[in-house]
């Protein structure tokens, strides 16, 4: 399954396309994310996603869950997303 990392400067267009063509060739994708602008972003994307998925039919749904990293040699916690389509 693909991984996707999410900051908070990303674009919401851009990852909402990456999200869209994802789930369209490979059926779910994950997607990363560290602290509340990054959050916030991916929420926004996958919104945009579901616009973008929508007239296939399909509703997509997110399974969050948490995730220790190490980033630059300290241990942080990230949620990542599962979107898949229901």
Same mark, same amino acid.
């Given at each position: 399954?693909?991984? +996707? ?6 674009? /919401?267009?851009?990852?909402? &396309?990456?999200?869209? !063509? @994802? @789930?369209?060739?490979? &059926?779910? #994708? $994950? #997607? $990363? ?7 916030? $972003? ?5 919104? *945009?996603?579901? !616009?973008? *998925?929508? /007239?296939? !039919?399909?509703? +997509?749904?997110? *399974? /969050? %869950? %948490?995730?220790? @990293?190490? #980033? ?12 898949? /389509?229901?």
């Amino acid at each position: 399954m693909k991984l +996707l990392k999410v900051s908070s400067r990303s674009k /919401p267009n851009s990852v909402a &396309g990456a999200i869209a !063509g @994802i @789930i369209r060739s490979e &059926g779910r #994708v $994950q #997607v $990363q994310t560290i602290g509340a602008g990054a959050l916030n $972003q991916t929420i926004k994307s996958i919104a *945009i996603a579901r !616009g973008y *998925i929508a /007239p296939t !039919g399909q509703e +997509l749904v997110c *399974i /969050p %869950f %948490f995730k220790d @990293i190490e #980033v630059n040699g300290e241990i942080k916690t990230a949620i990542v997303l599962t979107v898949e /389509p229901r």
